[in-house]
């Protein structure tokens, strides 16, 4: 039976992944494609449906982007969502103007239940709104079947040619009732059966990697995070042997990390593929003495960790395809890139430049990284690495301050370990955004036993947060902190002060460098 699918077409709007993702929680499958796809390739996929996204544009201007009204002859349900609803209605012979009124943000909408979209929903429901132009009339055969105050066309319809159109967003959470709207569309408009599900996506991606890999050699660069290690299972299952992945440790990773990775993709865990492990601590170290500066400490980090795999890429030698555990909010962040550089994140960007290859191949890209993780468990990854807590490249490099060294390393591996065992055992840990120790550089007097110490601070961090951006300091139990403390002043030699780091972000930020 062929696979139920939605194609969500692109105009440039910010929540297009969010829709696809939104379809697809409905286990429904789901790809997003530019809105320049043409319509004889739709036809091959023989979707159940097209939902055309938002945009930042006017559909008036000419430059805007538009769509061959041929697509609405095919039979193919579809829902335009804000400019998608207003292409509908200008491509359809509708108007669109600017609005007198802009609305943006929760808008309470008044809607007719007897469209198929609403006939769930309250007859006024608070709905997500971002526009400047609107519908001024909907075109000949459509029926409006929502408005505001301000917004006379908020939905429309043509039912017998399965055409739907909403002004405010049913994909994002504010609109309360958007999941039961798109349902509605999804289910019973293109008359989805719903038989999708995340293991679908893993045994679609493997068979697609092995089409377009066939016999050729792809290089991975395995960090041991979720990201690249759900990218090398993937490709693991797909074409086994031909995949080589390459681990760098850098001597800067968690306490038995390094052990832990090479345990589950090495030569005796349970995948097929070339591993290597480099083990180059002595060289990170090497190039880190006495740099105190962390935007510093990154650079050489990632430089050396460039040098490392373009070392080992040198001896694999050419190769066909080179894997990056993309996923998909890293494409927008890339894709943005007007923000100022805060830190430079390391990641694989700079490899590409490194390795001689033919192309990348990039099988997450499509997924947030809940979805990474259910693919992960899918796959039959071990659930300490699918929920790894998010680590940074530079890794324990940037949670000491001041120089690096093998026995600061040492300390913060211990205090860091200790503590995510008690945060562990205090069952915390889902609860919490991100958790770990950092070392500060700051040495002060003490006492242990009858002798004077004078030894290093530890600090731990915790906070919450949703999106990494910003964050708040956890609350975490006092008997817990103190268990913590206790664990370490005792456990770990050369730390007798323990200090809980109380300050959100901004200004300071979720790592402690
Ligand atoms: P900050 O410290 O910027 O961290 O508030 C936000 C999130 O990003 C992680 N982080 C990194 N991740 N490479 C990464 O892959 C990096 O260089 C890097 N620096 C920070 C950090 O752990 C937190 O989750």
């Known amino acids: 039976m062929k696979q139920e699918m939605i194609i969500v077409l692109d105009f440039g709007g910010q929540y297009n992944q969010l829709i696809a993702r939104r379809v697809r929680e409905c286990h429904v499958y789901c790809e997003v494609h530019p809105y320049t796809l043409e319509l004889d390739k739709i036809r091959e996929m023989e979707p159940k449906g097209i939902i055309f996204t938002g945009g930042p544009n006017s559909v008036y201007l000419e430059e805007s982007p538009h769509i061959d009204p041929d697509i609405f002859n095919m039979n193919i349900p579809i829902l335009g969502i804000c400019y998608g609803s207003q292409l509908i209605a200008y491509t359809l012979g509708g108007q669109v103007a600017t609005a007198p009124v802009s609305e943006y943000g929760k808008t309470q909408v008044s809607v007719d239940q007897s469209s198929i979209l609403f006939n769930n929903v309250e007859a ?9 132009d609107y519908i001024a009339k909907a075109p000949e055969g459509f029926c409006v079947t929502a408005h505001t105050p301000v917004c006379p066309v908020a939905a429309m319809e043509c039912p017998e040619r399965k055409l739907y159109a909403t002004q405010f967003h049913p994909e994002v959470m504010h609109t309360v009732e958007g999941i039961k709207m798109l349902r509605g569309f999804i289910y019973d408009v293109c008359g989805c059966q719903g038989n999708w599900k995340m293991d679908s996506f893993a045994s679609q991606a493997i068979q697609s990697l092995r089409e377009k890999i066939g016999t050729g050699k792809v290089l991975c660069a395995l960090s041991g995070g979720v990201d690249s290690s759900v990218a090398a299972v993937l ?5 086994g042997k031909q995949l080589t992945c390459v681990f760098v440790d850098h001597g800067l990773l968690r306490k038995n990390e390094g052990d832990e990775v090479e345990a589950v993709f090495g030569p005796n865990g349970p995948y097929e593929l070339n591993f290597i492990r480099v083990n180059a601590q002595d060289r990170f170290y090497a190039k880190l003495a006495r740099v105190e500066e962390p935007e510093e400490k990154r650079k050489i980090i990632g430089a050396e960790f460039i040098h490392v795999f373009e070392e080992e890429a040198k001896k694999i030698g050419a190769v066909d395809f080179l894997v990056q555990g993309t996923i998909y909010p890293d494409v927008i962040e890339s894709g943005l890139g007007k923000s100022a550089v805060i830190k430079s994140h390391h990641n ?6 490194c390795v001689e290859f ?10 947030f990284k809940d979805e990474v993780r259910k693919v992960g468990l899918e796959l039959g990854i071990p659930e300490h690495l699918v929920f790894r807590q998010p680590f940074p490249g530079p890794g324990l490099g940037i949670r000491i301050v001041g120089e690096v060294t093998a026995e600061k390393v040492r300390i913060v591996q211990e205090a860091d370990f200790i503590y ?3 945060i ?29 110490t004078y030894d290093y601070a530890v600090v731990l961090r915790s906070v919450e947060t949703s999106d990494f951006m910003t964050a708040e300091a956890a609350q975490i139990p006092w008997e817990v902190l103190q268990r913590v403390m206790n664990r370490i002043v005792n456990e770990v030699k050369g730390v007798n002060r323990v200090f809980y780091d109380l300050t959100s972000k901004p200004p300071g930020t979720i790592e402690f460098e």
């Open 124 to 132: 006024t429901t608070d709905c997500w709104m971002s526009h400047t």
């Open 235 to 239: 490709l693991s299952k797909a074409v």
């Open 348 to 353: 694989v960007g700079g490899l590409p430049d």
């Open 358 to 367: 033919k192309e990348i191949v990039e099988p997450l890209r499509l997924l």
């Open 420 to 422: 995510r065992d008690e």
């Open 424 to 452: 562990g055992k205090a069952g915390i840990d889902m609860e919490l955004g991100q958790y770990f120790a950092a070392l500060t550089n700051m040495r002060s007097v003490g006492v242990m036993g009858d002798f004077r």
